[in-house]
T-cell receptor
Framework: GQNIDQPTEMTATEGAIVQINCTYQ??????LFWYQQHAGEAPTFLSY????GLEEKGRFSSFLSRSKGYSYLLLKELQMKDSASYLC???????????FGTGTLLAVQP | SAVISQKPSRDICQRGTSLTIQCQVD?????MFWYRQQPGQSLTLIAT?????????ESGFVIDKFPISRPNLTFSTLTVSNMSPEDSSIYLC????????????FGPGTRLLVL
């Protein structure tokens, strides 16, 4: 089967750095995605990792270790608008569907 | 990315009735999916909408309850049939764009409340 774990909630301070972890167990791994979802809105795509290593996109970076079944999303220079749920999703062959974790609700405080 | 629209954006329905949700994309897509997100929960895949053929349903979802159409590459409908309060949820259309890295992009969602 497939299993994805991420913390339920996190709190961080404006201007700081926060790391949101995601661990997964799946066969036929074919990529890991991070999405951001503000309350009442649809998820928006943040990052995609299929090979080991770090992908950087401005203030957001995502890391993947396939051997450890582990990923993290790193958010730097936190802003109040970063308060949202962050969803980790895994794609596994032979299907292209995504399996989502339960999401991490991040609260950024002044 | 692409512009993905869903109609209606929200609705309040009586139990026992049915609602059809439309999803329209302004670009060519390879795949279309329908998800459900119940209050406070993450996303659950209902089915993959296949062009010109029957949708592929996930475990726990059946065609009689959630009939899906996809007559062309850029349009799909999901019907929630014989609704009950347990069907109150956000229903999201998702697409994979042609020529992309197979990233899934989501529509704005349809917020459904069943009384």
């Amino acid at each position: 089967g497939q299993n994805i774990d991420q913390p339920t909630e996190m709190t961080a301070t404006e201007g700081a750095i926060v790391q949101i972890n995601c661990t997964y167990q799946t066969s036929g791994f074919n990529g890991l995605f991070w999405y951001q979802q503000h309350a009442g809105e649809a998820p928006t795509f943040l990052s995609y990792n299929v090979l080991d290593g770090l992908e950087e996109k401005g203030r957001f970076s995502s890391f993947l270790s396939r051997s450890k079944g582990y990923s993290y999303l790193l958010l730097k220079e936190l802003q109040m608008k970063d308060s949202a749920s962050y969803l980790c999703a895994v794609r596994a062959l032979p299907r292209v569907k995504l399996i989502f974790g339960t999401g991490t609700l991040l609260a950024v405080q002044p | 990315s692409a512009v993905i629209s869903q109609k209606p954006s929200r609705d309040i329905c009586q139990r026992g009735t049915s609602l059809t949700i439309q999803c329209q994309v302004d670009s060519q897509v390879t795949m279309m999916f329908w998800y459900r997100q119940q209050p406070g929960q993450s996303l659950t895949l209902i089915a993959t909408a296949n062009q010109g053929s029957e949708a592929t349903y996930e475990s726990g979802f059946v065609i009689d309850k959630f009939p899906i159409s996809r007559p062309n590459l850029t349009f799909s409908t999901l019907t929630v049939s014989n609704m009950s309060p347990e069907d109150s949820s956000i229903y999201l259309c998702s697409v994979v764009l042609r020529g992309g890295q197979e990233t899934q992009y989501f529509g704005p969602g349809t917020r459904l409340l069943v009384l």
